[in-house]
């Protein structure tokens, strides 16, 4: 049985860090491509940024130069460095397990404080 869980959110105030963690079962996690993603009130869910296989990052023009993917394959585990918070990064942001089939986890809430 699959499961990616998330972790780390919370509240804090503007210009302050949080890093978020999901660990994945039930896959093979190096295969996989590993992305956050998030959510506000009344918004779609947009893509903060992804890590492949090989490493290879993206990130959404919005968190460039303030976010940091990572991941570490031997405990199944993908991080997301969040610095330089801003309230507009207030949302519930999602991990996703991707090689062919999509695996979500429940979500993990920032809130980012004026």
């Known amino acids: 049985q699959v499961q990616v869980v998330e972790s780390g959110g919370g509240l804090v105030q503007a210009g302050g860090s949080l890093r978020l963690s999901c660990k994945a079962s039930?896959?093979?996690?190096?295969?996989?491509?590993m992305g956050w993603f998030r959510q506000a009130p009344g918004n779609r869910r947009e893509l903060v940024a992804f890590?492949?296989?090989?490493?290879?990052?993206t990130y959404a023009d919005s968190v460039k130069g303030r976010f940091t993917i990572s991941r570490d394959n031997p405990t199944n585990t993908v991080y997301l460095q969040m610095n330089s918070l801003k309230p507009e990064d207030t949302a519930v942001y999602y991990c996703?397990?991707?090689?062919?089939?999509?695996?979500w986890g429940q979500g993990t809430q920032v809130i980012v404080s004026s």
């Open positions: 996703q397990a991707r090689w062919g089939n999509e695996y």
């Open positions: 039930g896959i093979i996690f190096n295969f996989h491509t």
């Open positions: 890590i492949t296989s090989g490493l290879t990052t």
